[in-house]
Each structure stands twice: as C-alpha cells, then as structure tokens.
C-alpha cells in the first residue's frame, strides 16, 4: 500500500463510520475468510459493519466465525440495499473490477460511500479511493492480515479473525502448495495459529466435508474427463442433467478441475459446468508454470483472474464451448509445449 494511501486509510477509520464490506460473487474461502475477518476488526474498532454478500456460498464455509452475520443481496435485497446506501465506506475484497458482483453492481455503482478495495487479482479496476492491490500475494487473506499489520492491529487479531484468515489462505494456495505461497505466507500463518487458528480442525470442516452424492459426482467428473495430449492440457465437463442427477449443491465442484491438472505432462486443465438456469457454462481454468490462463479466460471466456486460476462463461452450449476451446488451442500449442 502506498504511505499517502495508508495514511488516508487510517484517517477515514479514525472516526465511527457505517461500512459495508463485500466479496465477489460466488465468494469463496478466501472472500469469505478476509470479508469475515476485517468486519471483526472493524466492529472491535467502533464501527458498525456488515458483510453484503451478492449471493451464497458453500455450505463447507458455513461454519466460519460472524458467518451467520452475513447479509446476502440477492436473498435479502432490501436490507442489503439499505446497508449498501447508507454506507460511508465501502470494502471490496478478493476481486479487481465491480462488474465481478453481478447483478449487485448498480447498487455500488449507485452508492456515496468511498471504496477500499484490498485484493489480488490482476488489472485492478480504478474506483478505489485506496487501493491496495498486490498481484504476488497468494491470498486477499493474507493481504488482510499485513493491512492489520500495516494498521499496528494484529493484537486486536483473536482466535474467530486467526481461523478466517487461515481458511482463506489455506484454499487460495490448495493448501499452501501453489507457487504463490511463500515464506511470508507460512510466516502469516504461524501468526495464525499462534493467536488460536486450529488448522487441523479447519482443514476438516473444509476438506472432510464431503457427502455421497458430492463423491458420486466427482466420479462423473472423471469420467468426463478428456485428455488432448498435443497440447498437454485436459478437460472436463458436466452437463445441468448430470449435476441434477447427483442433487448438485453450490461448492459441490470445487476443487474438480485440479484433477484434470494432476495428469502428469499436463500444463492446462480446464472443466466447464453447465448451469441451464443463467443460460452459461461457468469455466474454471488451471495452469502449471509461466503459462497464463488469466489471459486465456479474458481472450476467450469474459473472464480473468490469475495466471495459473482463472474463471470465465460462455453463452454458448456445453458442446459449442468445449468445441470453441478446442478450435483455439493451436495459437496456444507453442506456449503450452514450452
Ligand atoms: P474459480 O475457477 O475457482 O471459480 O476461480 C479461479 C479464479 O478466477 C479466482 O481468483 C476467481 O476470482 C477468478 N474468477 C472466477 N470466475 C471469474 C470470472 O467470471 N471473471 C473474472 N474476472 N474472474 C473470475
Ligand atoms: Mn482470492
């Protein structure tokens, strides 16, 4: 964070202000985990504060400390709505541009409130009276943390705030092994479970979560599973009518596309899920190494991210985009046989 950028920070939290804080859509552990843990902060320094979410997450993050607190816009509008009105400042956390909210983005677009934007995706979006915005850190979590850090607050940093972090830290590096994670990442994170992080229960409440159905439609998953070998990259697909068969919950396919990636020689994997009810196919892309599925997904797919995560649609049909994949690879092949 720039020093002009900290020093308004401090300033406009010096004085009570009502605060909206919110994660992207579809938010994920790490959105929940650092949206989760800065409202405790906030609330410990006197302000009123609530976390606006665009809409539901998994039920493995439905356990998080203050989650219960948590005002989702689409289920709850008028509320959301009031809060995000009335707001005098407005975190964005875990996300670059506001269009990433959905259809929440008129009621910011629309908001007095100033925006803090604290995040770690590339090409942030300029609407942010600070942002903080580092692109080398593995987590918005982390990311938190060395603002508390920042702020001089990390003894303000309690057990509920330690397993927040953590958890967020812990998904957005698939569990501290991406190339993202560093020594200042276990340094965090030896932090946090000093001040009262459990990470063996909270790798439980995430991981050892599954039930049958969830199991069953990842042996799906992988038999959809379709290597192109040429291009060393491999896809996945699943279709509305096999989600439905296996009682789908959101969250249920997360994590599926790193198997595509665990095939050995394979530098990109991607799965497309069909959802009939948005008329899309969500795309998730993974990549090992230099090559950039964030420019792939932006290209291609109206999407982004990072270089090795990225998500992005397509309005097409589950076999048109997966046909609109494969037609794009060769301007790719170089890259990827590197
Ligand atoms: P996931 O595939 O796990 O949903 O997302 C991987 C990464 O890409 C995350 O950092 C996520 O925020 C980002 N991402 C996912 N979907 C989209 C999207 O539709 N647009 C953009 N810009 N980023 C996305
Ligand atoms: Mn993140």
Redesign the pocket.
């Known amino acids: 964070m720039k020093e002009s950028e900290l020093a308004l920070l401090k300033e406009l939290l010096a004085t009570p202000k009502k605060i909206v804080i919110i994660p992207?859509k579809?938010p994920?552990g790490?959105?929940m985990g650092s949206t989760l843990a800065l409202y405790q902060y906030l609330i410990k320094i006197g302000h009123t504060a609530n976390v606006v979410t665009p809409n539901d997450y998994p039920k493995f993050l439905k356990w998080l400390p203050f989650e219960n607190t948590v005002i989702k816009y689409d289920l709850q509008n008028k509320k959301a709505v009031r809060h995000i009105k009335e707001a005098e400042l407005i975190f964005t956390l875990?996300?670059?541009?506001l269009?990433?909210v959905a259809e929440m983005e008129p009621a910011l677009q629309k908001a007095k409130a100033q925006f803090i934007m604290i995040d770690h995706?590339q090409q942030p979006d300029d609407y942010a009276v600070v942002t903080y915005s580092d692109t080398s850190v593995c987590a918005t979590c982390q990311m938190v943390y060395h603002t508390f850090e920042m702020l001089n607050a990390t003894d303000l940093v309690d057990a509920d705030m330690a397993t927040c972090l953590y958890t967020g830290i812990m998904t957005?590096t698939g569990s501290f092994r991406f190339r993202s994670t560093t020594a200042t990442t276990h340094r965090v994170i030896a932090d946090l479970i000093e001040k009262g992080a459990d990470n063996a229960f909270i790798h439980e409440k995430i991981y050892d979560a599954n039930n049958f159905s969830r199991l069953q439609l990842l042996g799906t998953a992988l038999t959809n599973l379709h290597r192109l070998e040429e291009f060393k990259a491999a896809y996945i697909t699943l279709s509305q009518e096999e989600l439905d068969a296996h009682n789908y919950q959101k969250g249920d396919t997360?994590g599926f596309?790193n198997y595509g990636l665990s095939l050995e020689h394979t530098v990109l994997a991607l799965i497309f899920i069909e959802n009939k009810k948005e008329g899309i196919i969500?795309?998730?892309?993974?990549s090992k190494g230099d090559f950039s599925v964030n420019l792939m997904?932006?290209e291609h797919?109206?999407?982004?991210?990072?270089n090795n995560?990225?998500?992005?649609?397509s309005d097409r049909s589950l076999e048109e985009t997966v046909a609109y994949f494969i037609s794009i690879l060769p301007q790719y092949k170089d890259a990827l046989n590197e």
């Open positions: 992207h579809n994920d790490d959105a875990d996300f670059n541009a269009s990433r995706h957005d997360e596309v969500k795309i998730s892309l993974r997904a932006r797919f109206e999407g982004g991210g990072h995560a990225a998500g992005g649609k």
